[in-house]
């Protein structure tokens, strides 16, 4: 396989796979290389939760909302169901109010209302107001990944298990040997020693660990997805807010177990009816192999403050991202015709189409 190709992509996770949209777009000849024989990571076991509504103000606020776009724009030609349209953000505290309010007098509350919680009545008693947005939507990763890969394999090479080991400008050498680019982008998630092991040191990335439930089908259909007051204070659209401070400190005194384990409520359904519910986020360069049953417990004790007694576990499992302590993303330029692109938020699903327009902006 001794090939040139315009654009070659380093990554198989929705990063890599965005990036080569793009370029699959501009009408350019485009590789892509994933050493496993499919996407394994992040980008399979996550929520599938695009998520605009609550993204940081400004910049990342607007690369979500483009990617939001750009996932509408290529979902029906890839054969991907949009599972479901909209976010509740349920609010259970008079500090949550509070933060909830000022949020809808940003412009970032534009496109979203207040409701009292009789509008939402699959939700348990005890809850004072929810915000209901119209820009986020879910799809369900672990078959979307597959298709949108398959319908880029239409039109670009996309060869899985196969290891880029190494990169020199116009060149990458792999398992299967050398492959000739004009423009190589490094899509590598949270593989923290691989490629450009040193620029990733550089810009102090790391991991975090994460854990994920699936629930038995509730008996009744969510409208959109669910969130709760726990993720006002981790998501910074509405944590950057002055009036989260006083939510901060009432969930520190009230929540602090779930506060140590990163602890707060998404839960989305799937067409069959079973929810998708988490999470949790631990910091450090793990993971270790070990999910723990007390973290989920406060994970379901969340699900039940919010959505009544939660059915049955059907499914567990973990999952990591890139993070980094002073950045959302990283497009890096390690070499004039390549480019290293993370997500260091765990918002990649939210944001990668967008960003893929970016790096190609940069060249
Ligand atoms: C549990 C969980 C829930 C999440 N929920 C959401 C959510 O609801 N919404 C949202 O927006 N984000 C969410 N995220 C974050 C999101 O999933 C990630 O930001 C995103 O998937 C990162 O995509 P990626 O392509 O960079 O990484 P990955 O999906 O990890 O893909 C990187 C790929 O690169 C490959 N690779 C690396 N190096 C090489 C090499 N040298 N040669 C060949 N292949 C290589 C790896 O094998 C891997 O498949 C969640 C993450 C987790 C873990």
Redesign the pocket.
Known sequence: MNASYDVAI?????????HAYAAIKSGLKVAL????P??????????????VTGQQRGEFHAL?MRARDLWLEVAPHAGIAVEQRGLYVSARYAESEAVLRAFIDTEMGEGCRLMPPAEAPFLADGQRLVLHSAHDI?VE?RTA?PKLSAWLGERATLRYG????GIDSGRLE??IGTILAERII??????LN??FADRIRAAHISR?????LRLADPGFRLPGAVMSDLSLIRYLGYADLSEAAALKARLQAEHAEQLAQGVHL?V?QNADGSLVV??SHVYGDGPLPFASEATDRLILDEYHAVLGAPPPVIER??????VAPDRLYLIDTPMPDVRL????????????FAIAEKTFSTF
Do not use: K
Not at 11 to 17: A, D, H, R, S
Not at 162 to 165: A, C, I, P, R
Not at 208 to 212: D, I, T, V
């Open positions: 380093v990554g198989g996770g929705i990063v890599g796979l965005a290389f994933e050493r496993h499919q996407a394994l990571g992040a980008s399979i076991r996550n929520f599938g939760f695009v998520t979500a879910r990763s990944i196969v290891s880029v080991t792999t398992s490094v899509c590598p998630g949270d593989d691989g490629l975090c660990q994460l854990q994920m998404i989305v988490g999470d499992w973990t999952g990591t991202y890139a692109a993370v997500v260091t938020c765990g918002a990649g699903a939210s944001t990668a």
